[in-house]
Nanobody, 124 residues
Framework: VQLQASGGGLVQPGGSLRLSCVVS????????MGWYRQAPGEQRELVATITSDYETTYADSVMGRFAISRDYTQKTAYLQMNSLKPEDTAVYYCNVDGYFKVCIECPKRPAEFWGQGTQVTVSS
């Protein structure tokens, strides 16, 4: 299973960006898709998640400005980021958790994967 994140870049304060994360690979059922970020010298933190039932959670710092969505059939997650602030500057990582199940009688094997990260810089 591989995750390919894209859409990062340099944007002025107040601007917008849309991140995408495409999941490839066979035999893996996705439960939750999420975005995390890590600023220099800081720990990685959760930004937003979306479950297979399309329930969403957001960090307080991005509530009302960011929106996470997913395309189930395309195995893609999106993060629409509006009203960007300099403190949003970070490397953004996508994450998925789910399971492998190779046959009907077989047990589920949980797994989690991370993308390579995409840089978002908010600066004038």
């Amino acid at each position: 299973v591989q995750l390919q994140a894209s859409g990062g870049g340099l944007v002025q304060p107040g601007g917008s960006l849309r991140l995408s994360c495409v999941v490839s690979g066979r035999g893996f059922t996705i439960n939750t898709m999420g975005w995390y970020r890590q600023a220099p010298g800081e720990q990685r933190e959760l930004v937003a998640t979306i479950t297979s039932d399309y329930e969403t959670t957001y960090a307080d710092s991005v509530m009302g400005r960011f929106a996470i969505s997913r395309d189930y059939t395309q195995k893609t997650a999106y993060l629409q980021m509006n009203s960007l602030k300099p403190e949003d500057t970070a490397v953004y990582y996508c994450n998925v958790d789910g399971y492998f199940k190779v046959c009907i009688e077989c047990p589920k094997r949980p797994a989690e994967f991370w993308g390579q990260g995409t840089q978002v810089t908010v600066s004038s």
